[in-house]
């Protein structure tokens, strides 16, 4: 949300009102370049609010550097034990929160686990604290109180004026480098701390290593090394500062003592060097009336000459706006790939920051010499292509990756050539399963690289000299015995739930990951592959408890495991999805899925009943990461498992079902407000999902070429693919209660089915929907 | 000593019968080629008794990997406190020690304080046990007995029965890779221990990271990460087995917990990953009677890539004896530099051995393409020369680089590359203090760098390309201000005793240091240079004390300390000598020193107090790192601040005193026994001083061209220089009694000075010295 108007006037100098001007200029200028300003529709504060896990700072599209600020700084352990605080500061920005603790500068978009929050940057004057306070006492810490109103975010800009301090910060970024503008008053104590110890997810032995290296009296460098989630992360840094600091120090926490200084320096104070778990480092600087000081601090994953070669290659001046207005371009023409009007602005604003989440993660993950650290922790270099890290890949395979296949075929690309060379890289060897700065942090379950690999190579996407690269890597991660219950899967046919957690959820999506293989094995006529996986990809059909009429938990020796809820999450076999919806979980073969389930009359009232009944709160209390917002009867849409559910109507006698459940969910779990994510945005998978509904499409089971058809949100699309075709999408008689589809016309051609191929999509033309307030209930009938 | 004749003739198979024959096969090739056996004259354990701090394990000259075993794990701090029993396992070695704890890959030799330890192997058979045990209980831990009946050490071998196991162990090494071979009894249960956590010096929070990653079933890399006295210091590895492991595992000690296994993994056997601060690992084999297990171990500073790089170029095969047999051979080739004849083999062996203590360190620092990472952290490539590390320089400028300049000159002439290198990376920048590894620890006093560059400068040694380098970055770390007192020093002319400890010696040496930049900036006509130096050198006069005819301490407000007892070291401006000895301290100008002590006779018989006095065990007890047989009077041969000492009689008119002192001092502080070093070798110095005097001369002022004459222990020696010249030393009627010289001859022209320049003996030639029982009072009467 643009909060323009309300920008605090009081403290707006004659400077402010000038950037603002060169604002509105750069804007005239995305105008005339672009015809359309699309970023203007996007609010980065959707999600700030209760679990979405998004983060309003400034980023460019698939940016390393995420700068943004940090509300409050949970720890993740207290006392030994878990902080169940924490959770909700997974991408450090929560909205009703009133103090601003700092900026740092790499963050998970919509993430259900966290890391990273390194290099926190604070400007402060007055007293110097080395302790970020208490939110209950923001005096007592180099927190400041902020208000909303005197707060901004925008694509690659952030604002917020923090008042305890009468200091205004502006945020904006190039991919590798944070640009920070701060704004002072008239002091002769002006501080810039360096947090150091702090992060996301932190916990007493998190930090492994810090370092800070004092170059000169206007450059820094140095890094930070962690474990957690990451089994252990190095980010290097290099930071400049457009005028000299006076005096400059630091604390450390640790009691750790470097044994080499012999008493020889006081190490705390203009000593270039420092070192340890646990420091704070501060930059001390004299300042004039609404004099700004300016820092540039540039990332790498392998050392600080190359955190220095990518400042100096990036933002080799220091001129913010210029910074900010070329990032508001590059966000630009990302968004105006689709080009939509809806019925109201909401929507568009709710489609826009959609797409501006989709576009947050993976993150590009090199120097800008294409070297980067790989997961063997040796360096690497890119060659013809852009490495990339952060896969949530349990959540991204179901629609994010094939929106990417869609729309960002070139960056989806080179993310497919990042999980290869992840694989290459590891010493199991696996694709990755949750992976991020050269880590496997195996997050969740199954192996959806395999997923994500096969629809690039269904769609043509993956690079042709990669196919079969793609396929053994598949295979051979699927053949990894000690992982997570493969050797007995692949024995027994299923995951007994007497020997490993989540054994249903585990062997349904092991099944459809299988089914992925076979697609690629038979595109590449690998019949001897095609043979091993086809056969286990049959395997959902061993934990099919035809008694229970639902999918269970079977012990080792064959029996049903006894104890059985069909709406538990917890210790029942599944995760994040209990056996009601996971039972739906076949989106590789929804019909087989039909005839196990009593045929398409028996099933379409099992669907009905999903939507209906209501969940009690015994059990909602297991439902993990979402809000009472977040389901519709039994179904989940804060969790991932059930995205694909409204679609299954569309394999029975009622596919207008899933029309007006896909507008119900578009209307009732997204919006335009900072709570308009009804469970965590899961590194862009709940956004995904909402772009492909607005467009009136939906990949069921990536690794297929089809993609079900739902109901079209928008009035007009127009998506541009980088094959230079461009799709127009017309909806006619387009209103709120207009939700079902009466007629598909593709190029003037009538079409009764109930899905559109990549190919129908990617070739362009016009595709036209006419839609009814009442169904049209032949609509597919010849499917 | 080589214990062939002891070896245990029980457990002797024919393999090792074998062995021995390819050994003496080896010695014969020696023969052969170089024409002589100097190795034979080595002995390892030389020092290993008593605080000599060396070690017998197997090394190349100047190696990386230096491969020893240890005898005792010493925490440096328990319960947060300094452990002084420590302090004897600075090169991990004891010879009264009964047990071995296993065998490591890096060690310094000699010196006062340590680090390293890292990567201890240790094979054992029977119940797997992952501590090392205690020494009074070694069955309790992987540790075994031993006997020095059953042990051998040769340069680049070493050979251990361990007694425990039934396990013969022998290493040898390349230059980036130790070799081991051990010879194991039958076993269904053998295992190799690789002992993360084990390290030199070790405390609680010393290990920072440490990482091993099985990559296949004989192939394991990793890294250890520590601070200490190295700030921060990673070591990676690559270890390859002749023999796949059945099964392996680990134990981690520490309670961080790598919080992404999500519960898939037994993390602790057979899992490829293993992480933490505190961990030791197992690999474990079948093995038949007498069968060989092989490990290499590469090291690498840059990455695990590195290593292997290493391992695979250097030790591309699985010959154990074509790799010792190399080194010998390699070794001999050093040795045989300087070929020498003595009135007894003893002699002999003490010389040798103190001519491989000298070509221990500094060691070789790169990967095999030139690669190693530097002071900043970052990686850096050697261009055109070979970079080292390890400098001890306090210790080493004294003797140890000018012996390099006459017999090293190569290789020096790299090790000043590298410590400028360690100047271009340095952010202060200073020229290296006490380096290692890519770090500054800071130890010790002067900036004696320096006097190195001054040294190879002046003797020509020095690229000339690197000249002007080198003199800038020598003005420029005597210009770090606040460095050590400097500030004051350059104010004062004087480190004030009020403000800094060990005031008076940096001051002396500081002045030295500064004599030394004025050499460098004569030969190099910058005037400017030569004058603010000439004029810093003369600092000495302001810690002159005439009333008590010493130098002293000296408060900033210009008077003089009054609590000051000239034989005490502690807390009285001086450190590891005391006033008596660091009076003496002017090497760059004894006439000067003479001047100031009241002229030639009284300084002479101020020599003679200081040989003949009775130090008190109170003070006895202050003097560190020496034995009681390391002093002579008040004079402290354990210690290097009296080195030149012995030879300040040559500015008296009691030259022959010199003669008769350094006779003595070579008898009585050397041999060629365990504890044959009467303190620390000191990375070397106290070798190389033996190494000069042996032949009959040394170097008194680094930075100048001259060596004082002493008087020669060896009957005739022929140094072979690398620029293809030979001097050939005959010493006439040399006996133990006859050590005052008769008559000197140069090239048959007789001269009588008390001096020898550079190039006098660089040129090659004949030098002939006669000896007589009674001293020569006309010798360098025309001096």
Redesign the interface.
Known sequence: MLNCGNFHSFIMSFKKYLSVIVFCFSIGIISAQQSKNFIQYVNPFVGTKNMGHTFPGATRPFGMVQLSPETDAQAYVVDGKYNPNAYAYCAGYQYNDTTIVGFSHTHFSGTGHSDLGDFLVMPMVGELLLNPGMSSSPETGYRSRFSHKEEKAEPNYYQVYLSDYKINAELTSSTRVGFHRYTFPKTDSANIVLDLMSGIYNFD?KN??T?V???NDTLV?G?R?T??????RTVYFALSFSKPFSLYGHKKYD??V????????DETK????M?GRQLRAYFQFETEETEEILLKFALSST???GALKNLETEIPHWNFDKIKKEGQLEWNHELAKIDIETINVADKETFYTALYHSFLSPIEYMDVDGAYKGL????HYAKDFTNYTIFSLWDTYRALHPLFNLIQPGRNKDMMESLLAHYDQS??PMLPVWSHYA??????IGYHSVSVLADALIKDVLKPESYQRALSASAQTANTD???GIELYKKLGFVPDDKN?SSVSKTLEYAYDDWCITQMAEKLNDSSIAQEFGKRALSYQNVFNKARISMAPRLENGEWRKEFDKLSTHGQGFIEGNAWNYSLYLPQSPEKLIALMGGKKAFELHLDSLFTQHLDDKYFEQTEDITRDGIIGLYVHGNEPGHHIPFLYNWTNAPWKTQARVRMIMESMYSNSNDGLCGNDDAGQMSAWYIFNALGFYPVAPGSDRYAIGSPLVKTAKISFENGNKLQIYVRNQNRENVYIQNIELNGKKINRLYLTHNELTQGGILEFKMGSKPNKDLGSSD
Do not use: L
């Not at 474990?227 to 252990?232: D, F, K, L, N, Y």
């Not at 203009?270 to 060097?273: G, L, Q, S, V």
């Not at 063997?376 to 360096?379: P, V």
């Not at 880590?439 to 969740?444: F, G, T, Y």
């Open positions: 032995e492994v290593w370092f290296r004092v170059e460098t890094y090394q474990q957690g989630w990451a089994r252990t009691e750790q470097y044994r080499g200084f012999w008493r020889k320096f203009n000593f270039p060097e070192a050392s600080t000459s063997d922790g040796n360096i010493v199991h880590n496997e942090n195996w997050c969740m000690y992982y997570d957690t």
